[in-house]
């Protein structure tokens, strides 16, 4: 990775993207700890001028104010931006189908990510999370076959597309022992370290950098400087791999294997 500016495909798409994404919740301060307009628009600036084209939002990301924001920042580049945004989040209290991943629940934020956003289509739209009580079924056909197709590219299920959490206490624990600061290397360098270890793994195509601060989004950016070589990758991979669980975690167990293969040596294949 060199420039934001070199760019992948999206998955199995022709779509070009940029190797890091710019998250956006951090736009507005309706949710007291985000970033006002002006400092938003240097972040937005500085991402974009350095040839970023990959912006993340979603219809409730501090309560509307970051697509309102977002939305008056592209007016110029709408062309050159690839605009995603995302549905599940509640949009109203008290209301339970202001949320979820039911197909009205994906009418409804694509409308109003439109308004926000004062734009006549979004290029990636795509689940936020699972809600546990719709029906796969329901989702991908609602994905399949959208509401206002003319207005969406591309739909997706999203960053969030397991039910399972992604990592466990035990691996975050693991990651923070691994990457505590130490004499030689500042925290800087540890998130540096941290994005670029997930920016080379070939399954992950375009990281989402979120920054509160224009200083937040220059270390964050610097992550494209970073080459990690196969040994800390390694390292990476070890800290951060998922825990066993049932059945595998069952089956792997002497007497288990022992119940399985009658004591006989039997070559396994690795997947």
């Not at 199995?12 to 919740?25: A, C, D, F, Q, Y």
């Not at 924001?69 to 209301?95: C, N, Q, S, W, Y």
């Not at 979004?122 to 329901?138: A, K, R, S, V």
């Not at 998130?191 to 920054?211: D, E, F, L, N, T």
Request: net charge positive; charged share 25%.
């Amino acid at each position: 990775m060199t420039s934001l500016d070199t760019y992948r495909l999206l998955g199995r798409s022709g779509l070009r993207v940029s190797p890091i994404s710019l998250g956006t919740m951090t736009f507005g301060e309706d949710w007291v700890w985000g970033a006002d307009e002006n400092e938003a628009r240097r972040i937005f600036d500085l991402y974009v001028d350095r040839g970023g084209n990959f912006v993340d939002t979603s219809v409730n990301y501090t309560d509307g104010a970051s697509e309102r924001i977002l939305g008056r920042f592209i007016k110029e580049r709408r062309e050159r931006i690839v605009l995603a945004t995302k549905f599940t989040m509640a949009r109203h209290p008290g209301d339970p189908n202001s949320g979820g991943n039911h197909r009205l629940n994906m009418v409804r934020p694509l409308e109003q990510s439109l308004r926000q956003l004062d734009t006549d289509h979004i290029d990636l739209f795509y689940l936020h999370g699972w809600d546990l009580t719709t029906q796969p079924d329901e989702v991908m056909r609602g994905l399949d076959d959208p509401p206002n197709p003319p207005r969406l590219v591309y739909r997706q299920l999203g960053r969030a597309s397991s039910p399972r959490p992604v990592t466990s206490p035990s691996i975050r624990s693991r990651l923070q022992r691994l990457f505590a600061p130490s004499r030689r290397t500042s925290e800087r360098h540890h998130r540096r370290w941290r994005s670029h270890g997930y920016s080379q793994k070939p399954a992950v195509i375009s990281p989402v950098m979120g920054a509160r601060t224009f200083a937040q989004a220059e270390d964050n950016l610097a992550a494209i400087d970073v080459a990690l070589s196969p040994k800390y990758l390694d390292r990476l991979d070890r800290a951060s791999a998922p825990d066993p669980i049932f059945p595998s975690r069952f089956v792997r167990r002497p007497m288990v294997q022992q119940l399985i293969f009658g004591g006989a040596s039997v070559a396994r294949y690795e997947r």
